[in-house]
């Protein structure tokens, strides 16, 4: 069974996942702190990745034939790929913060927690309104998807090209929030 944008289940997820640890790869290997707006939004990302992924799997076997794997890779690939990304940014992180820098930031936090929170909401919402449990068929999810994937993109392309300090943090903010309240949704 496809999900939205026609990929198979999960995939949007983990490109989600993986772009936003990318970003943060990125931004430490320019030597830079990054946001803990940055931080919260990957943790719940991964959170909810992961926690979807085992809730696929109930534990009776499979009706049908098995659905493929995030992205057409082998089963356990972009878990492999988020703990190597995760294992090269601790080490960086090591390398480059003092304590003192981990101070959070509140407001933008908060922002990314209010966006989960609407995705749960949302979530919540179209199942009790009889919507199918299956929502990755609806125009409007293939529509999200291509907002956040391009919402992650963008957040990549500013890490990518070292503009971290001359895109304001709120637009950065408003960037990871889509990919936290995609996954709150799914």
Do not use: E
Request: net charge positive; aromatic share 6%.
């Amino acid at each position: 069974m496809l999900k939205p944008l026609g990929l198979p289940p999960g995939s949007v997820r983990a490109l989600l996942l993986l772009g936003l640890v990318a970003r943060t790869v990125l931004d430490l290997k320019d030597g830079l702190v990054p946001d803990p707006w940055l931080w919260v939004a990957t943790l719940m990302c991964g959170a909810a990745y992961f926690a979807a992924r085992a809730a696929g799997g109930s534990g009776a076997p499979p009706i049908g034939p098995r659905p493929r794997p995030p992205l057409g890779l082998p089963a356990g690939t972009v878990r492999l790929l988020l703990l190597a990304g995760a294992g090269y940014a601790l080490v960086l992180l090591y390398d480059r913060v003092a304590p003192d820098d981990l101070a959070p930031h509140r407001a933008p936090v908060l922002w990314l927690l209010g966006a989960f929170a609407l995705g749960v909401v949302v979530r919540l919402l179209a199942r009790r309104l009889g919507r199918p449990r299956d929502l990755g068929t609806h125009w409007g999810w293939h529509l999200q998807a291509l907002a956040v994937l391009i919402s992650v993109g963008g957040l990549v392309a500013i890490g990518a090209t070292g503009r971290q300090n001359d895109v304001a943090d709120w637009i950065q903010v408003l960037l990871a929030a889509g990919p936290v309240y995609y996954l709150a949704t799914r």
